[in-house]
């Protein structure tokens, strides 16, 4: 008998981490598009309620799917695409980097539950070795890039928004 922990427990722990973190952030944005809708078009992302609207599915559902592991590795790719964006847009507004090494750990997280899975007690797979590829994780890079150059965001007297 190994003395190891079995992989499937440690994605497992992984998964159950990264859905608390997104069900975190993204249950008061389901609960207020209105007001997510506003945050984002100071951020930048116009028209704001597509994109507020996006993001809080994008947390909140893809939080509770990965809870479930019910397609994990989806909402991995899905939550990893925004922790790109996000870090991107932290450093066009030449944010810290205790700004965005938050956005770049959980992108790194996300990449774990895409490349190995969703381990113990997941639903049902999505076969996101798609995702994995040097192609599209290049188109990835490139939309990333050009959604962080597009979004203006708004000047205000004070502090950039988060």
């Not at 981490?17 to 506003?38: C, E, F, Q, W």
């Not at 450093?91 to 810290?96: A, Q, S, T, V």
Request: net charge positive; with cysteine.
């Amino acid at each position: 008998m190994s003395s190891h922990v079995d992989i499937r427990w440690i994605l497992l722990f992984a998964r159950l981490v990264l859905a608390a973190v997104m069900l975190h952030y993204g249950t008061p944005k389901i609960r207020d598009l209105r007001s997510n809708a506003r945050d984002f078009v100071q951020m930048g992302f116009k028209p704001g309620m597509f994109w507020g609207t996006l993001i809080a599915v994008v947390e909140f559902v893809g939080g509770l799917a990965m809870l479930l592991g019910l397609w994990a590795e989806l909402a991995a790719a899905l939550f990893g695409f925004q922790m790109i964006v996000g870090t991107l847009w932290k450093l066009k507004i030449r944010k810290e980097f205790a700004d965005y090494s938050y956005d770049i750990q959980l992108f790194a997280l996300c990449l774990v539950i895409m490349a190995e899975g969703a381990g113990a007690y997941a639903l049902a797979t999505f076969p996101s070795r798609f995702f994995l590829r040097w192609d599209v994780a290049l188109a990835a890079l490139v939309g990333a890039a050009l959604l962080t150059v597009w979004c203006k965001p708004e000047q205000r007297s004070g502090r950039t928004p988060d």
